[in-house]
C-alpha cells in the first residue's frame, strides 16, 4: 500500500511564504516523476510544479520565478517552496507521484489527500 502525505499548508497573508512537504511510504520500488496540483472548489485541479527522477523542473506560468519544487529521492520526499504568495494561490495543494511498487509492477499514478493554503489578510 503506497501512501503520500502532505503537510505544511496555512494561513498566510499576501507576500508572504510556505514550504509544503510530501513524503511517500509503503511498499515502493521506484518514484518517477513527483508534481504538486492544486485545486479551487467548483474548478479544474491544475498543474502547479513537476520534478523528474532527474530533478527535471516544469512550472505553471502563473507560479513561475516564486515556487520551487524539488525532492530528496533518498527521502522519498517532494517540497513546495511557495514565496510571494497571492491570494489568487489559496486552494487545496496536492501531492502526485508516479510509482511502481516492485520491480516487475507497472507505474500508477498516486495521490495525496491534499493540504489547504490560504493566503489572505
Known amino acids: 500500500q503506497v501512501q503520500l502525505v502532505e503537510s505544511g499548508g496555512g494561513l498566510v497573508p499576501p507576500g508572504g511564504s510556505l514550504r509544503l512537504s510530501c513524503a511517500a511510504s509503503?511498499?515502493?520500488?521506484?518514484?518517477?516523476?513527483m508534481a504538486w496540483y492544486r485545486q479551487v472548489q467548483g474548478k479544474q485541479r491544475e498543474l502547479v510544479a513537476s520534478?523528474?527522477?532527474?530533478?527535471?523542473?516544469h512550472y505553471a506560468e502563473s507560479v513561475k520565478g516564486r515556487f520551487t519544487i524539488s525532492r530528496d529521492n533518498g527521502k522519498m520526499t517532494v517540497h513546495l517552496q511557495m514565496n510571494s504568495l497571492k491570494p489568487e494561490d489559496t486552494a487545496v495543494y496536492y501531492c502526485?507521484?508516479?510509482?511502481?511498487?516492485?520491480?516487475?509492477?507497472?507505474?500508477?499514478?498516486?495521490w495525496g489527500k491534499g493540504t489547504l493554503v490560504t493566503v489572505s489578510s
Open positions: 520534478i523528474t527522477s532527474l530533478n527535471t523542473a
Open positions: 502526485n507521484a508516479n510509482i511502481a511498487a516492485g520491480p516487475q509492477m507497472d507505474v500508477m499514478d498516486y
Open positions: 509503503g511498499s515502493i520500488f521506484s518514484i518517477y516523476a
